[in-house]
Structure formats: C-alpha cells, structure tokens
C-alpha cells in the first residue's frame, strides 16, 4: 500500500462547497481507502491505497459529485513525493506564515507567468508546486490559485508551510503504523 496525500480545492470556502470532514472521511472509508485521516477543515487528507494516484483522484472526484452534487479539483501526492515538494522550497523558512505551496494538478507547460503589482511576492515553479514567498502577507499576494490556474492552465490549490509539514508528519505517521 502506498500513503497518498490528497488536496481537495475550494471546499468549505465562504460557505461554498460545503462538505463536512466527517462526511468526508466516510466517503472515503467507503471507497475503501484505509487509514484516512483529514485536517482542518479544507480539504487535507492523508491515507492509503493500493490504486494509482489519476485512479484516486478520479474515484474521490466522481464520489464527492454524486454525494454532494459538486466538482471538485483532486490533487493526490505520495509521501515521497510531498518529501521532495518540501525539500525543493527555495525560500527561508524562517517566517513560515509568508510561505506557501500551490500544487499542480500537473507539470504546467510553463515556467514564467506575467503578474504586476507584487510587491516584494516571488514565486518559483520546480516540477508541478509553485512556491509562493509573500513578506507582504499572504493576505494581501496577487499570487493566488485563480491567477496560477489560468495562467499555467491547470488546477492548482495552496497550502501554508505549516499545513504542508503537519501533512508530511501525518502521512509519515501512517506509513509507519
């Protein structure tokens, strides 16, 4: 069994696509994925399969539009994977509140975007994450999903330095369990 771990995008944001980590966690116990796990309330899960990562990101796509009648983006990664997400951040993790991971839903065809107006925002792409560095405050970038997912032309959602480690240490803790 492989551990995955799983980003739904745009879920429980400004009262859309409500979906309740509970719900969640039995859909996905009735998929038959084992050890799930979530956290927060965003769309984090962590768990283990023996099927492909485009299989399961399919089988969770297809169960959430027909449990709670929405699209959904799914975005899956292995623990070695998400490993090498992290250990590629170009950026200083000193102040991890201004650091974010916006991952792909596959390699983007380009490498550059055009964006005005960042301040002091930078961005790099290394495979298929755009790290994200904001001493302005994440609050306040231009260098958001919408802006990454058409200008690369893929799905994309973001997770904070401090959700993509306690996501690193769940799916660590589930492989040695």
Known sequence: MKTYIVLLRGINVSGKNKLPMAALRELLNDLGFQKVQTYIQSGNIVLDTDI????????IKEEILSRFGYEVPVMARTLDEWENAIANNPYPIANH?????AFLSELPKKQTIEVKGTKDDVYTIIEDVVYIYCPSGMGSTKLTNNLFEKQLEVHATSRNYRTSITLLEMAKNNKGS
């Not at 509140?97 to 991971?101: D, G, Q, V, Y």
């Open 52 to 59: 492909t990562k485009a299989v399961l990101c399919s089988k």
């Open 97 to 101: 509140k201004i650091l974010a991971f």
